[in-house]
């Protein structure tokens, strides 16, 4: 597979490694990176699903803070080391390859401050309609872990009055808020995006803190239409 070297936008000197044809990171987790309010105290931090490491790398540009980062998919995991190597980031991020399922392995419970997660979306049957590409396809469907699952491992793996950001499609909101509430966290902030206002949200952020009190805040609609960068574009 051909292999290229992108500029993260318009984040100053940070490029990533892609494969053009297999795997390209997304919007949702240069947005999902912006919408974590990572605080001073915050010093464990963990990314599930990590790709080819957009996470981990805006995390530590932005805060200066070491980050781990967990991805199944060799080809995948291999362009996150790549990406880390070439913006001098090795010391800071470690990754691990693995599914998300079996972090209890390598970390002890109530161990994280900060979870950030960017899972697949869509729900996998025998019927589903899925890309050809098998990469493209795990990163898509949940053939590996589901939903829930992240959930039960976020949980176990959190400290108490730790954060799960998570980004999703809309769709799936009322599963996030079981999910969320079956495995003793509360929504406290929740953020939908737009392509265009007029039309319905395509992606959704959400803020949940395990053994949180109940209450949520839901932040005005963002429309990243025009938007000339997505940096510090939340809670303004």
């Given at each position: 597979?051909?292999?290229?070297?992108?500029w993260?936008?318009?984040?100053?000197?940070?490029?990533?490694?892609?494969?053009?044809?297999?795997?390209?990171?997304?919007?949702d987790?240069?947005?999902l990176?912006e919408?974590?309010?990572?605080?001073?105290?915050?010093?464990?931090?963990?990314?599930?699903?990590?790709?080819?490491?957009?996470?981990?790398i805006?995390?530590?540009?932005?805060?200066?803070?070491?980050?781990?980062?967990?991805?199944?998919?060799?080809?995948i995991?291999?362009?996150?080391?790549?990406?880390i190597?070439?913006?001098?980031?090795?010391?800071a991020?470690?990754l691990?390859?693995?599914?998300?399922?079996?972090?209890?392995?390598?970390f002890?419970?109530?161990?994280?401050?900060?979870?950030?997660c960017n899972?697949?979306?869509?729900?996998?049957q025998?019927d589903?309609?899925?890309?050809?590409n098998i990469l493209?396809?795990?990163?898509?469907h949940?053939?590996?872990?589901?939903?829930e699952?992240?959930?039960?491992?976020?949980s176990?793996?959190?400290?108490?009055?730790?954060?799960?950001?998570?980004?999703?499609?809309?769709?799936?909101?009322?599963?996030i808020?079981?999910?969320a509430?079956l495995?003793?966290?509360?929504?406290?902030?929740?953020?939908?995006?737009?392509?265009?206002?007029?039309?319905?949200?395509?992606?959704?952020l959400?803020?949940?803190?395990?053994?949180?009190?109940?209450?949520?805040?839901?932040?005005?609609?963002?429309?990243?239409?025009?938007?000339?960068?997505?940096?510090?574009i939340?809670?303004?």
């Open positions: 597979m051909k292999k290229s070297l992108n993260l936008f318009d984040y100053p000197n940070l490029q990533v490694y892609q494969y053009e044809e297999a795997f390209k990171f997304s919007l987790s240069i947005l990176a919408f974590a309010d990572i605080k001073k105290n915050d010093e464990n931090i963990l990314d599930m699903c990590t790709g080819n490491g957009v996470i981990p805006l995390l530590n540009y932005k805060y200066q803070k070491k980050v781990f980062g967990i991805e199944v998919q060799e080809e995991i291999e362009l996150a080391r790549d990406s190597l070439f913006n001098n980031m090795s010391n991020i470690t691990i390859q693995d599914n998300v399922a079996n972090l209890k392995n390598y002890p419970g109530n161990n994280f401050d900060v979870i950030l899972p697949p979306y869509f729900k996998y025998n589903s309609h899925v890309n050809e493209k396809r795990i990163a898509r949940e053939i590996l872990i589901t939903l699952e992240i959930f039960q491992v976020a176990y793996l959190l400290k108490d009055k730790g954060k799960f950001y998570l980004v999703h499609v809309p769709d799936r909101i009322d599963e808020f079981v999910y509430f495995n003793g966290m509360a929504v406290k902030e929740v953020q939908f995006i737009h392509s265009k206002l007029e039309e319905k949200p395509i992606i959704l959400v803020t949940l803190v395990k053994s949180g009190k109940f209450g949520t805040k839901i932040y005005s609609p963002i429309c990243i239409q025009n938007l000339k960068t997505y940096q510090n939340f809670r303004k």
